[in-house]
Nanobody, 124 residues
Framework: QVQLVESGGGLVQAGDSLRLSCTASGGTFSSYGMGWFRQDPGKRRECVAAISWGGGIINYADSVKGRFTISRDNAKSTVYLQMNSLKPEDTGVYYC?????????????????WGQGTQVTVSS
């Protein structure tokens, strides 16, 4: 069983930065693809970034390209999401997810394990 715990959310102003972290326990983190998803109330979860097991393949949603950076430290079983130049539309609950098959998919149904989420609120 894989457990994922996110941290780093908070309330910031537009233009600020935040770094989210997600630490995994159980299983073999270095073999998992990892994704960061964002969900607004009443909306479907959107994958904002995904990274393959070794970090060689990374995919971003168009809405965050050039502002967000996903990275991972397999020695620490942790994936990060550095969010710069935050906008009010980045507000939502951010979830990390693990795909035990390894690729950097942005499809929600590819992921088997999910964290509990961390709230990010960007005020204008």
């Amino acid at each position: 069983q894989v457990q994922l715990v996110e941290s780093g959310g908070g309330l910031v102003q537009a233009g600020d930065s935040l770094r989210l972290s997600c630490t995994a326990s159980g299983g073999t983190f270095s073999s998992y693809g990892m994704g960061w998803f964002r969900q607004d109330p009443g909306k479907r979860r959107e994958c904002v970034a995904a990274i393959s097991w070794g970090g060689g393949i990374i995919n971003y949603a168009d809405s965050v390209k050039g502002r967000f950076t996903i990275s991972r430290d397999n020695a620490k079983s942790t994936v990060y999401l550095q969010m710069n130049s935050l906008k009010p539309e980045d507000t939502g609950v951010y979830y990390c997810a693990a795909d035990l098959r390894g690729p950097a998919s942005r499809l929600e149904d590819r992921y088997q394990y999910w964290g509990q989420g961390t709230q990010v609120t960007v005020s204008s």
